[in-house]
């Protein structure tokens, strides 16, 4: 079910699919929307969970506003619709800009999350390989969607990519030290060929202190496209279960203390 809701004066498009389990927010990548989900991330999800999502501003069905697209405003944005529509802890699964996003919610707000599922996130500018140039970024398809589902005028798309572009060589910017106090358990994923650097999605996982880590193989940023039974898999294996893993060879892992 989707309906344009009023969140704290801006009118935004917004997904819910009612279950009597935990609630599971998600947050779409950087000029997507929540729609692209249904056949990518909801099978692993929709039997178990109350799932939430909603088009983030200036995105999908949701129209634009001033600021909307650093990542501060979309940290704010998030904690809101934790706050005023969920209204309880979630398990975010967030892609992309979305995962950045679940780790400054969760920084900032731990009480608001439960666990997340990182989907080739960067949680520094710098953790990125260098991205093509804006002429060739949407294709075709995308464009015709964007004239049809966004609020805002067609040409604008090209205005908010070329906005969002020169955001993300400088956001977002966190700092290790504050990735180290998330205490939620972290699925850490990204494809094996991904825009995300490998070093830096391995650095995320190693500063978490209750991180899991999930490499897909054959895939790119476009994993949960490419692959999508295994990235379900993959979480529907880890909110399964959350508890800290407890394996036969720890080595960056101690087995806990009982």
């Given amino acids: 079910m989707s309906e344009y809701i009023e969140l704290r004066g801006h009118r935004i498009r917004s997904y819910e699919w009612p279950h009597d389990g935990e609630a599971v927010l998600l947050l779409h990548g950087g000029l997507s929307q929540t729609s692209h989900w249904d056949l990518q991330i909801l099978p692993a999800i929709e039997d178990s969970f109350h799932i939430f999502g909603y088009d983030r501003t200036g995105h999908g069905f949701t129209g634009d506003q001033p600021g909307s697209f650093h990542f501060e405003f979309q940290k704010n944005e998030a904690i809101a619709y934790l706050e005023d529509v969920v209204k309880k802890p979630a398990h975010i699964i967030g892609y992309s800009d979305g995962a950045n996003i679940a780790l400054m919610v969760a920084i900032e707000r731990p009480d608001l999350v439960a666990s997340i599922v990182s989907i080739a996130g960067n949680y520094h500018y710098s953790g990125i390989h260098p991205l093509p140039e804006s002429d060739g970024f949407i294709a075709q398809e995308d464009r015709d ?32 030290e504050l990735l180290a106090k998330i205490e939620c358990p972290v699925l850490v994923m990204a494809g094996d060929d991904d825009v995300v650097r490998h070093e830096h999605t391995i650095d995320l996982f ?53």
């Fill in 206 to 258: 190693d500063r978490l202190a209750l991180g899991q880590l999930a490499i897909v193989p054959g895939t790119s940023h476009g994993l949960v496209k490419e692959k999508p039974a295994i990235v379900q898999a993959l979480i529907e294996d880890f909110l399964t279960d959350l508890s800290y893993p407890v394996t036969r060879m720890p080595y960056k892992r101690t087995n806990p203390v009982t």
């Fill in 145 to 176: 969607e964007y004239a049809v589902t966004s609020p805002d005028a067609p040409h604008t798309l090209d205005e908010k990519i070329a906005k969002m572009t020169a955001i993300w060589k400088v956001e977002p910017n966190i700092s290790p």
